[in-house]
């Protein structure tokens, strides 16, 4: 949204902290609850993103600037549907926060967590680092990443996946059961709710052997069978972001391990799901430059 305001994007950050926490809550709407938080903290983020979405329309208009920011802020202003319709500011508001919520915390969960595991598997973080040091060497110089180079990241995308697969950043959703079914003796009548769980998903020992221990192996070729690694879900409805998430996440990887290296403070940290897996004391970590650092 290019926004500047330091003042504004820290209250934005709060409130999505608030409205985060309360998204998988009981939906008890009484003060004192996540959920009443989270509906209030929910408010004052679209009003804010109103007056955001109201202030860059009038500046498009105004024509502040000889061109207005390329962000999706823009876009949604600038385009119209298939059929003509402009969306109103509410609108726009509200895909401005689903956007905010599909993608921010999950990616910073991942990276976190990457992190986390690179540090105590040292013979991973060498692979990763040796295949980085491959991709950086052929670029003779500091060139900007491309898209082929990030397609030679085979190996640090299935540590990745394994990651991902052991502490998936989404537990699950829900789902509408389109006809009746039996489930180890249970009756599940059509027009139910059902929510599938993705961690128990990717602990099934029928596909993942020896599931709980850490192995990037798992994903070399064809990789898991369809429907049993689910972390941006699966089928025509799968996350829109998946390919934008790994760019961040493989070009984030990149940078970090090439230039440093990296010890835990507190070995063993504790994760807690709430919702999101998280080290409980934000993974301290002691960054030291690489002895050999990669130009």
């Not at 502040?64 to 402009?86: I, M, R, V, Y």
């Not at 726009?92 to 992190?115: C, K, Q």
């Not at 039996?182 to 599940?188: F, H, P």
């Amino acid at each position: 949204m290019n926004l500047e305001d330091s003042n504004r994007i820290s209250k934005l950050f709060n409130l999505f902290n608030i409205f985060l926490k309360g998204v998988i809550s009981i939906a008890l709407n009484i003060p004192g609850t996540k959920f009443y938080y989270a509906k209030r903290a929910t408010k004052t983020i679209r009003e804010e993103l109103v007056l955001i979405v109201k202030e860059r329309r009038e500046a498009i208009e105004q024509k502040l600037s000889d061109s207005p920011p390329q962000d999706l802020l823009s876009h949604l202003l600038l385009f119209p549907d298939e059929n003509g319709k402009f969306m109103s500011e509410l609108e726009v508001a509200d895909n401005i926060l689903m956007m905010i919520f599909a993608g921010h915390d999950t990616t910073t969960v991942t990276t976190t967590l990457v992190m986390k595991y690179l540090a105590e598997l040292p013979h991973v973080y060498e692979n990763v680092l040796q295949e980085q040091k491959e991709v950086a060497l052929s670029k003779g110089g500091r060139e900007y990443l491309n898209w082929a180079d990030i397609q030679k990241m085979t190996y640090t995308w299935d540590v990745v996946s394994e990651v991902l697969r052991l502490t998936s950043p989404i537990i699950g959703s829900w789902k509408e059961v389109l006809e009746d079914f039996n489930y180890q003796g249970y009756s599940i009548p059509k027009g139910w709710k059902i929510y599938w769980n993705v961690p128990a998903t990717h602990m099934d020992p029928k596909v993942f052997p020896d599931a709980k221990n850490f192995d990037a192996s798992r994903f070399e070729g064809a990789g898991p069978t369809p429907f049993s690694y689910i972390p941006f879900g699966g089928g025509p409805r799968m996350c829109l972001g998946k390919e934008f998430a790994r760019l961040e996440i493989l070009v984030f990887i990149h940078n970090v391990v090439k230039d440093f290296r990296w010890k835990l403070l507190i070995p063993n940290e504790k994760i807690e799901y709430d919702p999101m897996p998280t080290p409980i004391e934000g993974l301290p970590i002691l960054l030291q430059p690489s002895e050999d650092i990669i130009a």
